[in-house]
């Protein structure tokens, strides 16, 4: 009784949760469009996006309904048995992309783990068991499991988890020099977020990601995308391979995709997918209805001329808000990015200080992001409105300007 009466607070959160995460000081407890109140009533604005995630801000009308009426309708099945929201979310992504297949999963993690999973298992049953290898970048991002953070290129998440799965090479992103001196008959895989976002908020250049089609292609070896942060309609298109007219064999989808409902999947070919036999792969509540809903009343949305054209002109006015802030401080030495994925690099003489500008940023009522010690990252709703992009960015000005004045 005495446990639950107790106030929640942030000091509750060290006292049960592991010391994983360094949350804010505030505890954020209601959400509408791109603004967001916390126990106290003060309002933030949200460049956050819970990481990529609310694409279209929280509470999106239809959202909240296709969640309402599934939620009254069936939560879950298991893959014992199918579901219509699954489905009918399966069509619409095949329909829109290069896709013929895809399977659901719950998290990045799982979507990129599939993947992996694939792969290796597509190279040993098609070609060799010896085609294990798997090329990926320094810096990459691609999850928390030991398969992904092994994938992934930063080693602080790997170390100390060991021994990690073997035969993974990591080479410099954006470099296809570096690829093709590790590229051979053993490689079932390349993996590449198309622009890195945990890594610093980095693009590939078209020339990059053209140089892995043909050299997976000269290989037998397959090209996987992680579009885990930067699909769904963050750069404008759907899916960034679109932008770069570079089709992968394997795609990830996840953050944006259940728009703050929990679902990934992964999209590939009929050829690829028929690797996989019953029972060879799976998940408890991989394509769970309730995901599925939302995430087909999201992708509905996404998908339409008029959410994906406004990203461009949401960037521009990003822009040229941080490039004013920029001559006020001089604060940042690079503005990157694409669409409403922006990196904001801190000048030399600043790094190390993202989270402190991340911290302050909260303190002046604006929720934003850092990717690593030296890079502020933006990644608001796809529909956040012009007024609330002014003001977030007036806060963020305030916000540098205490940190900068001590
Ligand atoms: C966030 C992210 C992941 C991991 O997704 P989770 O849902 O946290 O498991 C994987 N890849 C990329 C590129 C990401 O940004």
């Not at 959400?31 to 967001?36: A, D, K």
């Not at 390349?190 to 622009?195: L, Q, S």
């Not at 992680?226 to 679109?242: H, K, N, P, S, T």
């Given at each position: 009784?005495?446990?639950?009466?107790a106030?929640i607070?942030?000091a509750t959160?060290?006292?049960?949760?592991?010391?994983?995460?360094a949350p804010?000081e505030?505890?954020?407890?209601k959400?509408?469009?791109?603004?967001?109140w916390d126990?106290?009533?003060?309002?933030y604005?949200?460049?956050?996006g819970?990481i990529?995630?609310t694409?279209?801000?929280h509470c999106?009308?239809?959202?909240?309904?296709?969640?309402k009426?599934?939620?009254e309708?069936?939560?879950?099945?298991?893959?014992?048995?199918?579901?219509?929201?699954?489905?009918r979310?399966a069509r619409?992504?095949?329909a829109?992309?290069?896709a013929?297949?895809?399977?659901f999963?719950?998290?990045?993690?799982?979507?990129?783990?599939?993947?992996?999973?694939?792969?290796?298992?597509y190279?040993?049953?098609?070609?060799?068991p010896?085609k294990?290898k798997?090329?990926?970048f320094?810096?990459?991002f691609?999850?928390?499991?030991?398969?992904?953070?092994s994938?992934?290129?930063?080693?602080k998440y790997s170390?100390?988890?060991?021994?990690?799965?073997a035969d993974i090479?990591?080479?410099?992103?954006?470099?296809?020099?570096a690829?093709?001196?590790v590229?051979?008959?053993?490689?079932c895989a390349?993996?590449?977020?198309?622009?890195q976002?945990?890594g610093?908020v980095t693009?590939?250049?078209?020339?990059?990601?053209?140089?892995?089609?043909?050299?997976c292609?000269?290989y037998?070896?397959?090209?996987v995308f992680?579009?885990?942060?930067?699909?769904?309609?963050?750069?404008?298109?759907?899916?960034?391979?679109?932008h770069?007219g570079v089709?992968?064999?394997i795609?990830t989808s996840a953050?944006a995709l259940?728009?703050?409902?929990p679902v990934?999947?992964?999209?590939?070919?009929?050829d690829?997918?028929s690797?996989?036999?019953?029972g060879?792969?799976g998940?408890?509540y991989?394509?769970n209805p309730?995901?599925?809903?939302?995430?087909?009343?999201?992708?509905?949305i996404i998908?339409?001329?008029?959410?994906?054209?406004?990203?461009?002109?949401?960037?521009?006015?990003?822009?040229?808000h941080?490039?004013?802030?920029?001559?006020?401080f001089d604060l940042?030495?690079?503005i990157?990015?694409?669409?409403?994925?922006?990196?904001?690099e801190?000048?030399?003489?600043?790094?190390g200080?993202a989270?402190e500008?991340?911290y302050?940023?909260?303190?002046?009522?604006?929720?934003?992001?850092?990717?690593?010690?030296?890079?502020?990252?933006?990644?608001?709703?796809l529909i956040?409105?012009?007024a609330?992009?002014?003001?977030?960015m007036?806060?963020?000005a305030n916000a540098?300007?205490?940190v900068?004045k001590?």
């Open positions: 009784m005495a446990t639950e009466q106030a607070t942030r959160f060290d006292e049960v949760i592991l010391p994983i995460y804010a505030f505890i954020p407890v959400g509408r469009g791109s603004r967001v126990q106290q009533g003060k309002e604005v949200d460049f956050a819970g990529a995630v694409a279209l801000g999106h009308p239809a959202l909240v309904e296709a969640l009426t599934q939620g309708t069936l939560w879950h099945t298991s893959n014992v048995f199918t579901n219509e929201p699954a489905l979310l619409k992504l095949i829109a992309t290069f013929e297949r895809v399977l999963m719950n998290s990045g993690t799982e979507a990129n783990e599939t993947a992996f999973k694939l792969a290796r298992y190279a040993s049953t098609r070609h060799s010896y294990t798997i090329i990926a320094h810096n990459a691609h999850g928390r499991s030991l398969f992904t953070v994938v992934g290129g930063q080693p170390d100390g988890f060991g021994p990690k799965p090479i990591h080479v410099p992103f954006n470099d296809l020099h690829v093709k001196a590229m051979d008959d053993h490689t390349i993996v590449v977020e198309p622009i976002g945990e610093g693009a590939a250049t078209p020339e990059f990601l053209q140089g892995l089609r043909d050299l292609d000269e037998k070896a397959l090209l992680d579009e885990v942060q930067c699909g769904m309609g963050r750069i404008g298109e759907l899916f960034a391979y679109m770069y089709t992968p064999d795609l953050k259940g728009g703050g409902f990934s999947v992964m999209l590939t070919t009929q690829i997918a690797a996989f036999h019953v060879t792969h998940s408890t991989g394509g309730l995901a599925c809903a939302v995430a087909g009343a999201a992708f509905d998908n339409t001329s008029e959410v994906l054209n406004g990203v461009m002109a949401k960037r521009q006015q990003f822009i040229r941080l490039q004013q802030i920029d001559q006020q940042f030495s690079d990157r990015g694409m669409g409403l994925l922006i990196g904001a801190l000048k030399p003489h600043y790094q200080r989270r500008f991340l302050a940023a909260a303190q002046a009522g604006v929720m934003v992001l850092n990717a690593g010690p030296d890079v502020m990252r933006f990644a608001p709703a956040v409105e012009e609330d992009i002014d003001e977030g007036k806060r963020f540098v300007a205490k900068i001590g």
